[in-house]
């Protein structure tokens, strides 16, 4: 069986979950299936993977439009495919087509859903319809729809009524606990400026709306001011957004110290090395299908503090490797009353701050729920399962 995995991100153009996700499902699907790798941007040296590029004519096109350019692109090179798998927005059109130009079956995993996303607009502008049009049509016409967590599938459900119940599948995001491993080192700490000598908060994730990070930084005004804050967040989705943050961030060091903003993407060790660090992690979002990140400071044996929304809850115990956030909110995701959010928020992370004994013992029950409920190779099991009822 050859199966081609459709991807914007792949190794070392990784900048969210989904691409994780495809990097490691291919790893362990390869043991069970002939894979191939389609993604996008600069050529890839790793046999069976394949990268396309944006069609030079478009250029200085709208970027979802770009995005369908690629998809086409995609698409063409699936002939020969048993099965085409597409991963998130930016790969479902180009699936969506392999499907109707070879008459193979699609599948596609959720990590997302463009209409829980509505901020989206200020980055893509009329784009945004363009892109809710292209999951849409994917999504409803696919063979097989694949939900990271049940709080995504109820979502995929109430979002496309018209998809089948039947259709959608729930196999939860996986963590390499071999990799993801606890690493009580400083050498990277002490590189980015964080004091190995004074507890830090830990915050990894681009700066999007989904992500929260603008309550965090409210909520981190109500600190302990002997703690740290380690912001390790990028890629902005728009320059508004930036702007917003990076005031917030001023503000926030003008009135304490021990503020850290690492704006670059971290190669894979130094974050597991600061993870491992932490007192807590903290994990604001307003929208997460499941959140592999709070998968990966559980595997580092660090509490976790995360919203209970979406797949969150079914990742974090509460209680037991962390505390959970409360959170009343809109179908967009804003919170009905953010100053109670980001005040329920630092409650919770400085409940742990105040105990660190009951964090360690959160930290390693997150890893020994790490290691027993979330393998990937459990998940490349269940996957190739699914392609074979298909094909």
């Known amino acids: 069986m050859r199966v081609d995995l459709l991807t914007r991100e792949y190794p070392p153009e990784v900048y969210g979950g989904a691409g994780v996700h495809v990097e490691y499902l291919a790893r362990q699907l390869r043991g069970l299936a002939d894979v191939r790798v389609r993604c996008f941007g600069e050529p890839r040296p790793e046999p069976g993977v394949s990268a396309h590029r944006v069609p030079a004519d478009l250029g200085a096109a709208n970027a979802a439009l770009q995005v369908l350019g690629v998809d086409l692109s995609m698409a063409a090179a699936c002939e020969g495919a048993s099965v085409v798998h597409s991963h998130t927005w930016y790969a479902n059109f180009a699936g969506h087509i392999a499907k109707l130009l070879y008459g193979v079956p699609h599948v596609v995993t959720t990590h997302s859903l463009e209409p829980l996303r509505p901020w989206k607009a200020e980055q893509l502008g009329g784009g945004y319809a363009l892109s809710s049009w292209a999951e849409r049509t994917a999504l409803a016409s696919a063979d097989a729809v694949v939900a990271v967590s049940a709080g995504m599938r109820r979502d995929v459900l109430t979002a496309y009524p018209e998809i089948s119940p039947e259709k959608v599948s729930v196999i939860h995001n996986g963590i390499d606990t071999d990799e993801y491993t606890p690493d009580l080192g400083d050498h990277f700490l002490t590189k980015h400026g964080i004091d190995p000598a004074v507890p830090y908060v830990v915050f990894v994730g681009r700066i999007t709306r989904q992500k929260g990070l603008v309550h965090l930084l409210h909520a981190a005004r109500s600190f302990p001011r002997d703690t740290q804050l380690v912001l390790c967040a990028g890629a902005p989705d728009t320059p508004e957004l930036a702007a917003e ?111 660190p004994s009951r964090a360690a013992a959160m930290g390693a029950a997150g890893r020994a729920r790490a290691e027993e409920h979330f393998s990937w190779a459990r998940v490349a099991e269940r996957t190739h399962e699914l392609y074979e009822r298909l094909v």
């Open 245 to 355: 943050v990076t005031a917030l961030v001023e503000e926030l060091g003008a009135s304490r110290p021990g503020i850290v903003w690492i704006r670059e993407m971290l190669p894979r060790p130094e974050v597991i090395q600061i993870l491992s660090r932490a007192a807590v992690f903290v994990c604001p979002s307003v929208y997460e299908p499941m959140g592999i990140v709070n998968l990966e400071a559980m595997a580092c044996a660090t509490a976790v503090v995360a919203t209970a929304t979406g797949g969150i809850p079914e990742v974090v115990d509460d209680g037991v490797t962390g505390l959970l956030v409360p959170i009343a909110q809109s179908p967009d995701g804003t919170p009905h009353d953010p100053a109670r959010f980001a005040a329920d928020l630092a409650a919770r992370v400085n409940t742990l701050l105040g105990d």
